[in-house]
């Protein structure tokens, strides 16, 4: 049981190149999530998954796409990186409760992005 | 809508001592509380998690938190901290939402710094 994965761990990109990161769960868990962790500003929800095929945007999506096409998947594409894109990326899943907020999110071990 | 507020965004203190890392949150409807640590290059994991029931939760490592619903905090504390405690703690809150589905909010982080 490997939990949440995400690849690659580390990833270095010249401004307008495109890359897409992976995160994988093990858990059968319905709920995904991509994050950007910046200095000082906490965790900030990019874009979501609440199932197979759907995906929703979080607070910050602009310069992101993801897609949800297994359910054990979820992407994460940048397609034109900006230096402001750099950051730790992290992946989390979630067990389905009824739609009540009650069950904790399982994380990835993250992805450092630097964008030159 | 939800918010979180982690009033410290770095506490440092000396092994053996004890420490409160504070978080108050806003919120029109019920929610769950939760507290991540997240360790020097590693994502979050989970500390404890209030739902319902006995305002005081117990979590690992020695850890725990009382919510308090008229002040709206979740103050997280340790009577005696060792040097390995040293991580970024988060806040998070979750409420349940219209249409079954909802999104956990986080506070910018707590960098608790544990001094010999």
């Known amino acids: 049981n490997a939990g949440v994965t995400q690849t690659p761990k580390f990833r270095v990109l010249k401004t307008g190149q495109s890359m897409t990161l992976l995160c994988a769960q093990d858990?059968?868990?319905?709920?995904m999530y991509w994050y950007r962790q910046d200095p000082g500003m906490g965790l900030r929800l990019i874009h979501y998954s609440v199932g197979e095929g759907t995906t929703a945007k979080g607070e910050v999506p602009d310069g992101y796409n993801v897609s949800r096409l297994k359910k054990q998947n979820f992407l994460l594409g940048l397609e034109s990186a900006a230096p402001s894109q750099t950051s730790v990326y992290f992946c989390?899943?979630?067990?389905?409760?009824?739609?009540?907020?009650?069950?904790?999110?399982?994380f990835g071990p993250g992805t450092r992005l630097t964008v030159l | 809508a939800q918010s979180v507020t982690q009033l410290d965004s770095q506490v440092p203190v000396f092994e053996e001592a004890p420490v409160e890392l504070r978080c108050n949150y806003s919120?029109?409807?019920?929610?769950?509380l939760f507290w991540y640590v997240q360790y020097p290059n590693q994502g979050l994991q989970l500390l404890l998690k209030?739902?319902?029931?006995?305002?005081l939760v117990k979590g690992i490592n020695g850890f725990e938190a009382e919510f308090n619903k008229s002040q709206t905090s979740f103050h997280l504390r340790k009577p005696s901290v060792h040097i390995s405690d040293t991580a970024e703690y988060f806040c998070a809150v979750s409420e349940w939402a219209s249409g079954g589905s909802y999104i956990p909010t986080f506070g910018r982080g707590t960098s608790l710094i544990v001094h010999p």
């Open positions: 209030y739902l319902s029931g006995s305002t």
């Open positions: 919120s029109s409807v019920s929610v769950y």
């Open positions: 858990m059968n868990h319905e709920y």
């Open positions: 989390a899943s979630q067990r389905l409760a009824g739609g009540l907020g009650y069950n904790e999110q399982f």
